[in-house]
């Protein structure tokens, strides 16, 4: 959680590597999105996270080069539009950038949309106007909205006066079809990486069995690649296969907490027992729902729930609150 020149992080963003500084950007840069300029309420969420993940790619780019860049926003886009997909099935108006939370829970807020949809927004923007007249624009707008709240209405006020200040412009752009319409608009920016198309090349061969776990390009690849093709291993992948992979890697033992997260899900999925003392410490000792939920859901989903609320009566007296609303909830389920 960040706040005003002191940032409160987790440990799990210290690999040992500097793998994880995209994260700890993103946290610096709300010094500027959600501190200096603050979202009036929480149906102005995006304001705050859209913001800061576009400065979060934009320091990645400075520091990286645009090739990662480039990989890290195809990653956001497919995550995006995952969310996009599911969200439609359960409530297509929370796929607005401006919500609408009154006498809702505010975590039904904490999606994608907010980071990535708002990010996409503010990636058109740059691209319609180039980011000379952009950047002076985020320039203007923080300075004079310094040490104040922001809300949509007054963004887009602003926005439509200082940046887009022709029909031209608004006509291209189409604000209302990202703030308030359903969905990706058809002018989403489109975004593709030679990396991730090579990774899931490689991922499909060694499915196929074209390609050894040995043979990977394993210390090569980025903790994006390697989230990738862990991530993206088919759910009946056999516990012998992730045998393989760990005989020739080690990834139990990775100190990449993204990683070491996206490798004990699908050992869950895959009932690989090997990993389950890694499993229990993973749990006992790291708290974020993010990794927490996808864990004791799968284990609850592949007839395990004992085994989770095993896990769980130890790890408990150490989660937050928020963490523990949660997961009492999900295994109370299954009893």
């Known amino acids: 959680m960040?706040?005003?020149?002191?940032?409160?992080?987790?440990?799990?963003?210290?690999?040992?590597?500097?793998?994880?500084?995209?994260?700890?950007a993103h946290e610096l840069a709300h010094s500027w999105s959600g501190n200096l300029v603050t979202n009036a309420t929480w149906d102005d969420f995006w304001l705050n996270e859209g913001f800061t993940v576009y400065f979060e790619q934009r320091i990645m780019e400075a520091v990286y080069g645009r090739d990662i860049s480039e990989m890290l926003s195809t990653l956001s886009y497919q995550g995006l539009v995952d969310e996009v997909d599911a969200i439609m099935d359960v409530n297509p108006n929370d796929t607005h950038l401006r919500l609408h939370l009154k006498d809702r829970d505010p975590d039904d807020g904490?999606?994608?949309?907010?980071?990535?949809?708002?990010?996409?927004?503010?990636?058109?923007?740059?691209?319609?106007?180039?980011?000379?007249?952009?950047?002076?624009?985020?320039?203007?707008?923080?300075?004079?909205?310094?040490?104040?709240?922001?809300?949509?209405?007054?963004?887009?006020?602003?926005?439509?006066?200082?940046?887009?200040?022709?029909?031209?412009?608004?006509?291209?752009?189409?604000?209302?079809?990202?703030?308030?319409?359903?969905?990706?608009?058809?002018?989403?920016?489109?975004?593709?990486?030679?990396?991730?198309?090579r990774v899931d090349a490689t991922l499909n061969a060694w499915i196929q069995?074209?390609?050894?776990?040995?043979?990977?390009?394993?210390?090569?690849?980025?903790?994006?690649?390697?989230?990738?093709?862990?991530?993206?291993?088919?759910?009946?992948?056999?516990?012998?296969?992730?045998?393989?992979?760990?005989?020739?890697?080690?990834i139990n033992s990775t100190g990449n907490n993204e990683v070491l997260f996206a490798w004990l899900e699908q050992s869950v999925r895959s009932q690989y027992t090997p990993a389950y003392e890694r499993l229990r410490s993973f749990l006992v000792e790291v708290g974020r729902r993010k990794f927490l939920t996808p864990i004791y859901q799968g284990l609850v989903e592949t007839g395990q729930a004992d085994f989770a609320r095993e896990i769980y009566k130890e790890a408990r007296p150490n989660y937050h609150s928020v963490a523990t609303g949660t997961m009492d909830a999900l295994l109370a389920a299954q009893e």
């Open 110 to 197: 904490m999606t994608a949309i907010a980071y990535d949809k708002g990010y996409f927004f503010l990636r058109l923007l740059e691209e319609t106007v180039g980011r000379q007249a952009f950047d002076a624009f985020l320039k203007t707008y923080f300075t004079t909205h310094a040490f104040q709240v922001m809300d949509t209405d007054l963004f887009l006020e602003y926005l439509n006066t200082h940046l887009l200040n022709t029909s031209r412009l608004r006509d291209q752009v189409n604000v209302s079809a990202w703030v308030d319409g359903k969905g990706l608009p058809p002018n989403c920016p489109q975004v593709s990486s030679d990396r991730i198309e």
């Open 209 to 250: 069995g074209e390609t050894t776990s040995d043979e990977l390009p394993w210390s090569d690849w980025l903790y994006q690649e390697r989230y990738r093709f862990l991530s993206n291993l088919p759910d009946n992948t056999e516990a012998s296969r992730l045998a393989e992979l760990d005989a020739a890697w080690d």
């Open 2 to 24: 960040e706040n005003p020149r002191l940032t409160f992080a987790t440990p799990t963003i210290i690999a040992g590597d500097r793998s994880l500084v995209s994260l700890v």
